[in-house]
Nanobody, 126 residues
Framework: QVQVVESGGGLVQAGGSLRLSCTAS????????MGWFRQAPGKEREGVSC????????VYADSVKGRFTISRDNTKNGVYLQMDSLKSEANAMYYC???????????????????WGQGTQVTVSS
């Protein structure tokens, strides 16, 4: 079955850290880009970060640069989002998504991804 499944969300205090995991199955992992998106209540879904599995090239939204780190483990078909110095604005449902790779980079637009997980909730308490 082709799918991506997120885990690792939860409740954390402002300033704390959380690590999200995404495991992909049923696809040739190194031919994909993987992205993390988030949607806060009442807001549109936005791209947080992405990684080209083959090249390792990463992209971050300006709002998370220097605090979030995306990584991958090709042996586990896994992608991870380490979130440090969390702020209340990080309160959102976080989604992992997979899309076919073209070139060596990755993209933050939703229409570049065609396989989405169910999401994992991140709640930051102030």
């Amino acid at each position: 079955q082709v799918q991506v499944v997120e885990s690792g969300g939860g409740l954390v205090q402002a300033g704390g850290s959380l690590r999200l995991s995404c495991t992909a199955s049923g696809l040739t992992f190194d031919r994909y880009i993987m992205g993390w998106f988030r949607q806060a209540p009442g807001k549109e879904r936005e791209g947080v970060s992405c990684i080209h599995i083959g090249s390792g090239i990463t992209v971050y939204a300006d709002s998370v640069k220097g605090r979030f780190t995306i990584s991958r483990d090709n042996t586990k078909n896994g992608v991870y989002l380490q979130m440090d110095s969390l702020k209340s604005e990080a309160n959102a449902m976080y989604y992992c998504a997979a899309g076919g790779a073209a070139g060596f980079g990755c993209y933050s637009q939703e229409n570049d991804y065609n396989l989405w997980g169910q999401g994992t909730q991140v709640t930051v308490s102030s």
